[in-house]
């Protein structure tokens, strides 16, 4: 089945009020729900009531009360159909369902994570638990009443308020919640279970006073500080922000460690992977303490975007990601350095939204159509998603930006929307038209801009050639022209950008170019000499860029722009465009060589004091292999391509290596851990560095030093993921990989560390390296996080081993993702993604893949999730 945009139409009927009762019990719960029903006006009695269900046996069934006759209704695990309703417009319908939460292993609906009870509804679970109009535009206030044993699930959770608790026979107890803000079923939760907290307070910008606490298993309650540290940071800065304020009394996270996501913002109470919370010195990264301050912040954020104002259907799935996306996104980059996160968020982009957009998966930010809806939380509406607010943002200005937000949320507010009302409020406050503009949402593809540029002395010019274009993609075969912000600077001599008098040909207007048209020849006049064009700016607009420039020009931003994420991405083209061609010569049976200049600008760089710790790590940091890969975008030989980055760091690493080591050495302060942005930058650039010491000097020395005298996760994991990645057979390798082993045993999070640093070490041996750890104790196919450390990891990271010339690594993949389907299809098609690019792959490789797709395609009774990615992959 296929559900497409354009038959979207209300619902007949609505529920503005849910009560639910829940008896939890593990193998055997009983939900009651009184639902209060109102047919919309205009809508005749004889009009069926069709409730969604999904595996549901139906117990009771009353209409007001009273029986219905076995002929007036239809229960099937999938819905419940009342062939007609009551002549009044409003009326109770009661049932009673039953559930076995710890035979649940898809993780949706209610189930079961190391005796907590806890319930994952978006996009499509509620109708696990219970018959509903499951869909986003069907909002209600719920009050739910939780009954449970007291001494296993002492702690009973809720959205909304808690308004009511007590003993029951039996060694039994209850609580109720209720939630003021009407809202839709995937927002509804629950917990039940024996948990820790740490416990806090806020008071809003107005007085409200909110009781926080985040809950955790029993002593794991020091690791949770941090994410509580983040969450009131995260609640000021909304408010400072987009004057948003937080409505309920309390505010409560809970950590549960099997978890298909992230994090889920349900209505006052935040469900967490618990990779996402936990976090100390010892045992997480400075990546893990970033992760969390993002993810917590845009659970909080999604309050206002996503929970008071919602989806009307599950099209309009970025208007709340995308816009919340961006929303935690300025969020970090006001807690930490705005252009290390910039050239981070590209990074990520790139690597995972650019590889979806230019293959067989790609779709519009807000897709016309789906066939599972799980399939769609993917990096285009989440992050091109967030670019595409960006824009608006880049295209409007700060102020009617703030002012389109502010209209959005009063307007808004309680309601179901589209996307089109969004984009009407900036619309409406601007002035502006965003028609072509919100092409972006409506039209899948990475637009490719190709630019030169020519100065012409004598008439005072420079002229910039720009086209754009948009390649097919599934969803439009023919593209429009859109409408596209490119930042830019012409930057003289001297490092300063030149004014000019005036320019033609487009819109040129506080330093962007509106590219609108398939090709514009801009002229900029009253320039006296030559100037370097920076084009892009900040990434200003999420599109591929082919820049015509010299390597000298392209040096020369490097060291001169003033925008800093266009020095970095000058740098970074001129790493790829050498090992592009490190690679073509390898392929062709000949020797890597790089540039000179290349060799020695990394140790200018790295001891630039005027630049940010964090910032030289990130300009030091060379392109990974898949980069290279999307870049060269056919035939490729990924073997090739490991072998000219190794060749590169190699020769970077000994070039550069008095440097380097010295730099290594004074970094190493013996400070005591904090995990601020700063100290964790000088981590970052000490981390890189080894990196390249350790290729340069070809010993695991230094390695192994860092990792024995390591006092923070951060230079642990680091050393360690050198020793195994660059020597992989080394004693000292196996040493350290055992020490940690024995060390975190107790420590799912941390040993997952170290099932992602074995699944990443390159070379044809890694697919039995991975099967291999499948078998070790601490391994579990049931457990989301091990999975995606382990097979995830492997896949979509070790670019050798799962790209094994005779096909080894596909038919591992497709066999795993077929032995996991069976109880949770969504991980399973999360992790058959891997196989997206595989028409880019040289010939033998991508008959390899073919086949292990196919193997998978003709599995008998497939999950809806992995036909329709697997078909998907094929067409
Ligand atoms: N809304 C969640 C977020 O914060 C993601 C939940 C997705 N869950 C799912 N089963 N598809 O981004
Ligand atoms: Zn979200």
């Not at 002929?71 to 009044?88: G, I, K, M, N, Q």
């Not at 997480?284 to 912040?297: G, K, Q, R, S, V």
């Not at 990096?379 to 937000?405: C, H, N, Q």
């Not at 392929?587 to 000179?596: I, L, M, T, Y």
């Amino acid at each position: 089945q296929v559900f497409r945009l354009e038959d979207y139409g209300p619902s007949d009927y609505l529920i503005p009020e849910t009560d639910l009762t829940f008896q939890l019990d593990s193998a055997d719960t009983r939900v009651e729900a009184r639902l209060t029903v109102e047919r919309r006006d205009g809508v005749a009695a004889d009009r069926p009531l069709i409730l969604d269900g999904d595996g549901l046996t139906l117990e009771s069934l009353l209409v007001n009360g009273a029986p219905v006759a076995e002929s007036d209704y239809e229960a099937t695990a999938d819905r419940l159909v009342l062939r007609s309703t009551p002549p009044a417009k409003r009326f109770e319908l009661t049932l009673v369902t039953r559930t076995d939460p710890s035979a649940n292993k898809a993780l949706m609906g209610l189930y079961v994570s190391n005796g907590v009870f806890c319930t994952q509804c978006e996009a499509e679970g509620f109708r696990r638990i219970t018959y509903f109009l499951d869909r986003p535009d069907v909002l209600s206030v719920y009050r739910v009443c939780l009954e449970a044993d007291r001494k296993t699930a002492p702690l009973l959770l809720s959205n909304g308020n808690p308004t009511d608790s007590g003993e029951l026979e039996h060694g039994r107890h209850f609580a109720v919640w209720h939630d003021p803000h009407p809202k839709p079923s995937y927002l509804f939760a629950l917990v039940a279970g024996d948990l820790g907290a740490v416990h806090d307070t806020f008071t809003t910008a107005s007085g409200r006073d909110v009781t926080l606490a985040i809950y955790v298993e029993h002593g794991k309650e020091a690791r949770a500080t941090y994410a509580m540290d983040a969450l009131k940071r995260s609640m000021r800065w909304d408010e400072e922000r987009f004057g948003r304020e937080y409505d309920l009394d309390v505010f409560n996270i809970v950590a549960v460690s099997d978890f298909n996501m992230g994090a889920m913002e349900n209505k006052g109470l935040n469900i967490f992977n618990d990779k996402y919370v936990l976090a100390d010195p010892e045992t997480a990264t400075d990546m893990d303490f970033a992760n969390i301050e993002a993810i917590i912040a845009h659970e909080y954020f999604h309050n206002w975007t996503g929970n008071r104002i919602t989806c009307r259907d599950w099209f309009q799935l970025c208007l709340k990601e995308g816009l919340t996306v961006y929303r935690d996104h300025e969020f970090s980059a006001d807690q930490r350095s705005r252009a290390v996160k910039r050239i981070a968020e590209v990074r990520t982009l790139r690597a995972h939204q650019f590889p979806e957009d230019q293959g067989p998966l790609a779709h519009p930010v807000r897709p016309r159509r789906y066939r599972e809806i799980n399939n769609f939380y993917t990096a285009t509406v989440y992050e091109k998603g967030s670019e595409v607010v960006r824009m608006i943002r880049t295209l409007l200005g700060a102020d009617k930006f703030r002012a389109g937000m502010d209209l959005y949320f009063e307007r808004h507010d309680g309601q179901a929307v589209t996307i089109e009302d969004f984009v009407r409020c900036f619309e409406e406050v601007s002035g502006a038209d965003l028609a072509q503009f919100a092409l972006w949402y409506h039209q899948a593809g990475t637009p490719n801009i190709t630019a030169s540029g020519r100065y012409n002395g004598r008439a005072r010019e420079f002229t910039l050639e720009i086209e754009q274009s948009v390649p097919p993609t599934p969803s439009e075969a023919r593209k429009r022209l859109m409408h596209i912000p490119l930042a830019f600077g012409l930057v003289g001599s001297n490092g300063e950008d030149m004014t000019f008098d005036g320019a033609d040909g487009a819109t040129v207007e506080d330093g962007v170019i509106h590219v609108r048209k398939r090709k514009h020849v801009i002229r900029f006049k009253g320039i006296g000499a030559r100037p370097v064009v920076s084009l892009n700016r900040g990434f200003s607009a999420p599109v591929t860029l082919s820049l015509e420039a010299s390597a000298e020009d392209r040096m020369f931003l490097a060291r001169h722009d003033n925008d800093l994420f266009s020095r970095w991405q000058a740098l970074n083209t001129l790493f790829t465009e050498a090992l592009i061609e490190a690679t073509q010569r390898i392929r062709g049976g000949k020797e890597a060589a790089f540039p000179d200049e290349l060799l020695a600008y990394p140790a200018e760089i790295a001891s630039d004091e005027t630049l940010g710790a964090a910032y030289r790590a990130q300009a030091l940091t060379l392109p990974a292999e898949a980069d290279i890969a999307r870049e060269i975008g056919s035939s490729i030989d990924p073997d090739a391509i490991h072998a000219a980055i190794s060749g590169l760091r190699e020769a970077i690493g000994s070039q550069c290596a008095g440097t380097f080591g010295e730099l290594h050495e004074a970094l190493d302060s013996g400070e005591t851990f904090t995990p601020d942005a700063a100290s964790a930058g000088r981590r970052a650039l000490r981390n890189v560095l080894l990196d390249y010491l350790s290729a340069g000097t070809g010993t695991p020395e230094h390695a192994t030093r860092q990792f024995e005298t390591a006092d923070n996760m951060t230079a642990m994991a680091a050393a360690l993921a050198v020793l195994a990645h660059q020597f992989p057979h080394s004693p000292q390798t196996a040493q350290a990989l055992a020490q940690f082993e024995e060390r975190y045993r107790g420590n799912p999070l941390v040993l997952d560390k170290w099932f992602m640093v074995q699944a990443t070490t390159p070379g044809p041996d890694a697919v039995e390296r991975v099967r291999g750890l499948m078998a070790h104790e601490a391994f579990s196919l049931a457990n989301p996080n091990r999975v995606r450390a382990l097979i995830g990891t492997f896949a979509s990271a070790n670019q050798t081993g799962f790209h094994r010339a005779d096909g080894e690594g596909y038919r591992f993949l497709a066999e795993t993702v077929l032995a996991i389907e069976k109880d949770n299809p969504q991980l399973a098609a999360r992790l058959a993604i891997a196989f997206r690019s595989w028409r880019s792959l040289e010939k033998k490789r991508q008959e390899h893949a073919r086949e292990a797709l196919a193997t998978i395609s003709q599995a008998k009774e497939l999950s809806r999730d992995l036909r329709d990615i697997v078909e998907r992959t094929l067409a």
